[in-house]
């Protein structure tokens, strides 16, 4: 079976077009507020992303392809929202304290390590 071609170009747009409006969002939002305005931004841009995805699904004519493609529910809206304001919140939480404790490693102590690990060999 041959596909419509725009069906499947619309099918790969709305699979990825959620997750490129989350991060862009992400990215500009904890720059100005660090992880918690990530976490604002990842909640804000989750429901543009929906709001993306089902106005693209809309537009698909083939029943095979529109079916892969899950329709939106204000319980799916609610729970991809919260789900993403926390992984991404915690997320930035992790990345900055491993930031942290990555600054004290200098060459030197890397060099050390390497050493070390070379002697159990």
Known sequence: MHHNLQDDALRALARCSKST?????????????????????AGFATSIGILARQQ????????????EIEETTVDHCLFETITNVIAVGTTCLVG????SVLEDVTPEALSKIDGLLQQGD
Do not use: F, M
């Open 21 to 41: 409006i989350i991060i862009g969002a992400v990215s500009i939002t904890s720059k100005v507020g660090g992880p918690l305005g990530a976490a604002i931004g």
């Open 56 to 67: 693209i699904r809309d537009s698909i004519q083939e029943p095979r392809i529109l079916v």
């Open 96 to 99: 900055d304290h491993l930031q």
